[in-house]
């Protein structure tokens, strides 16, 4: 009767991990000092626009030297640990690709910005960035940031330095948590229900903010936590930014529903005295995404569409593959209409200024995803397949000179196999590719058939002392997944990942090989599941998504043979739904309240949502009276024994079987 429905949101992983005692990292061998070196030779590190640009119009410094804290005094941000060693005025560590070196020192540039008079931004105070708007009477904010603690603390930093005046509305350009999470820091749920704050938003919003990290968001959460490198400190072997910004802040996230939605391209709104002309990006960067433009600044807001990295068409923690089409379709929209733009900003990293510099900058995004897209399936179309490509598709030489082209988040690797998922899939037609054996025994038999495991690490080690780290890193993982307790292969293979993050350009690639070679050494370490839940998301989010999340977390073996049939009816909002548990699958009606039912559950959805955030437990709501049974209280118990807490299994392997 106290079972729970435990959801969990990924929203790249709200966690942070300290762990003691571990092995410490080894320093780059003499191939990995080598490769990064090159790189100096390779590319315009003499071009300093970036941090003439990324300077402009600087205000003041984050307060407390960047660290923020929760009100029970947790440190939920820390950028002085990065600033600790990050230093513009230094060469790259060797254990650092020098051109995600060079893209750190650009995201250690923070604090209060004037973009032009009467746009400012708080840069550095989370992984992305706060925009705020001096309208008439009042502020716009845009992407209030992950947490509420960090978009309080940005906002008091702009009041610091500009005059107080009230919120008046806050722009959400896309369905992600770093660009709505810090909304309760900014507007109280008091000001936003009696309509003083406006929320703005594309169609659609609420829905996918929600639903991308719920369904698989323990796999996506545990994913996160490579992917931002949680388990990794600050410094030149550990972790030195995301690419797209430095890393994710661990306060409370939250979430409003819009009270107005965007939902066609052209559409224009004066909002306390400023025109917005909207231009629709779904399906890019986003389920969920527009940008904007603003005549009286001459300003485009290109949210995360054109950033200063090549982006992601399929992002490592895992979500849905992206569309590459429509990403250049919508820049060249933006192209069309707003030739006079003079100012373009992102929701990462830092503006552009000048018609020039703004078209270049657009034009080399829009052609990063566009030759992508297009020579991906140029290759495909004469019989390559999605592991081959990498190693068919190079950049044009005219956009790698282009610092904001580089994959400091996504790469050219993954985005091309992104492309030809998403035509394709992941079958390559090969037959032999149809029903592959698992990982586990397919390695046991290569281990058997290379003679053992004494020779498979010995092939490995000479693959590493050769600098061949990708090739090392195939026969290990076969020797690892073959024989999990090897902690010699399990070093040893931590040694090969811990090179090929030294060497990438990609900061989430580094999270991943530095991640894996830590756990590798050390074992997962577990701390607190993340707590990526809030008041505002639970609220929001709807019955279907509820009853949908329900179905993924049944025990197929405690519902095999069972046939339940329950009507629920959420009594303060006035909905209804019929849930069917049979052939071990849970299936709903919306709108249906069927007759004969088993039983029929009824409460008030506050209720319901006092139970999903474990503020009490349905025992309590029983006995209480908040939830009302008629029929078979039993079949009802029944069917919440028949779920699963997935979150129990959030430390799942993945270096090792």
């Given at each position: 009767?106290?079972?729970?429905?435990?959801?969990?949101?990924?929203?790249?992983?709200?966690?942070?991990?300290?762990?003691?005692?571990?092995?410490?990292?080894?320093?780059?061998?003499?191939?990995?000092?080598?490769?990064?070196?090159?790189?100096?030779?390779?590319?315009?590190?003499?071009?300093?626009?970036?941090?003439?640009?990324?300077?402009?119009?600087?205000?003041?410094?984050?307060?407390?030297?960047?660290?923020?804290?929760?009100?029970?005094?947790?440190?939920?941000?820390?950028?002085?640990?990065?600033?600790?060693?990050?230093?513009?005025?230094?060469?790259?560590?060797?254990?650092?690709?020098?051109?995600?070196?060079?893209?750190?020192?650009?995201?250690?540039?923070?604090?209060?910005?004037?973009?032009?008079?009467?746009?400012?931004?708080?840069?550095?105070?989370?992984?992305?960035?706060?925009?705020?708007?001096?309208?008439?009477?009042?502020?716009?904010?845009?992407?209030?940031?992950?947490?509420?603690?960090?978009?309080?603390?940005?906002?008091?930093?702009?009041?610091?330095?500009?005059?107080?005046?009230?919120?008046?509305?806050?722009?959400?350009?896309?369905?992600?948590?770093?660009?709505?999470?810090?909304?309760?820091?900014?507007?109280?749920?008091?000001?936003?229900?009696?309509?003083?704050?406006?929320?703005?938003?594309?169609?659609?919003?609420?829905?996918?903010?929600?639903?991308?990290?719920?369904?698989?968001?323990?796999?996506?959460?545990?994913?996160?936590?490579?992917?931002?490198?949680?388990?990794?400190?600050?410094?030149?072997?550990?972790?030195?930014?995301?690419?797209?910004?430095?890393?994710?802040?661990?306060?409370?996230?939250?979430?409003?529903?819009?009270?107005?939605?965007?939902?066609?391209?052209?559409?224009?709104?004066?909002?306390?005295?400023?025109?917005?002309?909207?231009?629709?990006?779904?399906?890019?960067?986003?389920?969920?995404?527009?940008?904007?433009?603003?005549?009286?600044?001459?300003?485009?807001?290109?949210?995360?569409?054109?950033?200063?990295?090549?982006?992601?068409?399929?992002?490592?923690?895992?979500?849905?593959?992206?569309?590459?089409?429509?990403?250049?379709?919508?820049?060249?929209?933006?192209?069309?209409?707003?030739?006079?733009?003079?100012?373009?900003?992102?929701?990462?990293?830092?503006?552009?200024?000048?018609?020039?510099?703004?078209?270049?900058?657009?034009?080399?995004?829009?052609?990063?995803?566009?030759?992508?897209?297009?020579?991906?399936?140029?290759?495909?179309?004469?019989?390559?397949?999605?592991?081959?490509?990498?190693?068919?598709?190079?950049?044009?030489?005219?956009?790698?000179?282009?610092?904001?082209?580089?994959?400091?988040?996504?790469?050219?690797?993954?985005?091309?196999?992104a492309v030809y998922n998403f035509y394709l899939g992941y079958f390559d037609g090969n037959p032999a590719n149809l029903n592959p054996l698992p990982p586990v025994d397919v390695s046991?038999?290569?281990?058997?058939?290379?003679?053992?495991?004494?020779?498979?690490?010995?092939?490995?080690?000479?693959?590493?002392?050769?600098?061949?780290?990708?090739?090392?890193?195939?026969?290990?993982?076969?020797?690892?997944?073959?024989?999990?307790?090897?902690?010699?292969?399990?070093?040893?293979?931590?040694?090969?990942?811990?090179?090929?993050?030294?060497?990438?350009?990609?900061?989430?690639?580094?999270?991943?090989?530095?991640?894996?070679?830590?756990?590798?050494?050390?074992?997962?370490?577990?701390?607190?599941?993340?707590?990526?839940?809030?008041?505002?998301?639970?609220?929001?989010?709807?019955?279907?998504?509820?009853?949908?999340?329900?179905?993924?977390?049944?025990?197929?073996?405690?519902?095999?043979?069972?046939?339940?049939?329950?009507?629920?009816?959420?009594?303060?909002?006035?909905?209804?739904?019929?849930?069917?548990?049979?052939?071990?699958?849970?299936?709903?009606?919306?709108?249906?309240?069927?007759?004969?039912?088993?039983?029929?559950?009824?409460?008030?959805?506050s209720t319901l949502n006092d139970f999903l955030l474990g503020k009490i437990t349905m025992k309590k709501a029983i006995e209480s009276g908040k939830i009302k049974i008629k029929g078979?209280?039993?079949?009802?118990?029944?069917?919440?024994?028949?779920?699963?807490?997935?979150?129990?299994?959030?430390?799942?392997?993945?270096?090792?079987?």
């Amino acid at each position: 009767m106290n079972k729970v429905i435990t959801l969990t949101l990924s929203m790249f992983c709200l966690i942070n991990l300290t762990v003691v005692g571990q092995e410490k990292p080894k320093a780059p061998s003499q191939s990995t000092e080598s490769n990064n070196k090159a790189l100096y030779k390779k590319y315009p590190f003499d071009d300093k626009t970036s941090f003439e640009e990324a300077k402009k119009g600087f205000i003041a410094p984050l307060p407390n030297n960047g660290v923020v804290k929760d009100a029970n005094g947790r440190v939920v941000w820390d950028l002085s640990a990065f600033k600790a060693f990050i230093k513009e005025d230094k060469k790259s560590p060797s254990s650092v690709n020098p051109s995600l070196w060079r893209q750190s020192q650009l995201l250690m540039i923070s604090g209060l910005f004037e973009v032009v008079p009467g746009v400012y931004q708080v840069r550095g105070a989370d992984l992305s960035n706060m925009t705020i708007v001096e309208a008439d009477g009042g502020l716009h904010i845009y992407d209030p940031l992950i947490s509420k603690e960090t978009a309080k603390y940005a906002l008091d930093l702009y009041y610091q330095n500009r005059p107080k005046v009230p919120v008046k509305a806050v722009f959400f350009s896309h369905s992600h948590v770093d660009h709505f999470g810090g909304v309760v820091g900014v507007a109280s749920p008091e000001d936003v229900a009696s309509g003083k704050i406006k929320i703005y938003a594309p169609e659609g919003f609420l829905d996918h903010a929600i639903e991308e990290n719920v369904y698989a968001g323990v796999a996506m959460s545990r994913r996160s936590s490579y992917m931002y490198g949680n388990v990794l400190p600050p410094d030149a072997k550990g972790q030195i930014g995301a690419g797209l910004g430095v890393t994710t802040s661990s306060g409370t996230p939250g979430i409003y529903a819009p009270t107005n939605s965007i939902k066609e391209t052209g559409e224009k709104h004066t909002i306390d005295g400023i025109e917005y002309q909207f231009v629709m990006a779904p399906g890019s960067e986003a389920p969920s995404e527009m940008m904007w433009y603003l005549p009286k600044y001459k300003m485009l807001n290109t949210a995360e569409d054109a950033v200063h990295t090549m982006h992601n068409l399929y992002t490592l923690r895992g979500a849905k593959t992206r569309d590459a089409s429509k990403w250049p379709t919508y820049l060249n929209q933006v192209l069309q209409s707003f030739g006079d733009t003079e100012v373009a900003i992102g929701m990462h990293h830092w503006p552009v200024w000048g018609k020039k510099r703004v078209v270049d900058h657009i034009k080399s995004q829009r052609d990063t995803y566009k030759y992508m897209h297009d020579q991906t399936l140029h290759h495909a179309n004469m019989g390559a397949t999605m592991n081959e490509l990498p190693g068919l598709i190079t950049m044009p030489e005219s956009l790698v000179n282009q610092w904001g082209t580089h994959g400091y988040y996504g790469s050219l690797s993954h985005n091309v196999r992104a492309v030809y998922n998403f035509y394709l899939g992941y079958f390559d037609g090969n037959p032999a590719n149809l029903n592959p054996l698992p990982p586990v025994d397919v390695s046991k038999k290569y281990v058997k058939l290379m003679g053992g495991a004494d020779k498979v690490m010995a092939a490995g080690k000479l693959a590493f002392d050769n600098g061949e780290y990708r090739w090392a890193a195939e026969l290990l993982n076969h020797l690892i997944f073959a024989e999990p307790n090897l902690q010699d292969a399990k070093n040893l293979q931590a040694d090969v990942l811990e090179q090929m993050g030294y060497q990438t350009e990609n900061g989430p690639w580094r999270n991943f090989y530095l991640a894996g070679a830590f756990e590798l050494r050390n074992g997962v370490k577990k701390a607190s599941t993340p707590k990526t839940s809030s008041p505002q998301i639970i609220s929001n989010m709807s019955m279907e998504l509820i009853f949908g999340y329900m179905g993924i977390q049944l025990d197929v073996k405690k519902a095999a043979g069972k046939k339940i049939t329950l009507n629920w009816v959420f009594t303060d909002v006035d909905e209804k739904y019929t849930l069917f548990l049979e052939n071990s699958v849970l299936n709903y009606w919306p709108n249906s309240e069927v007759k004969n039912p088993d039983a029929t559950i009824t409460m008030e959805r506050s209720t319901l949502n006092d139970f999903l955030l474990g503020k009490i437990t349905m025992k309590k709501a029983i006995e209480s009276g908040k939830i009302k049974i008629k029929g078979d209280a039993k079949q009802f118990i029944t069917v919440l024994e028949c779920l699963d807490d997935l979150n129990k299994y959030f430390y799942f392997n993945i270096v090792t079987p």
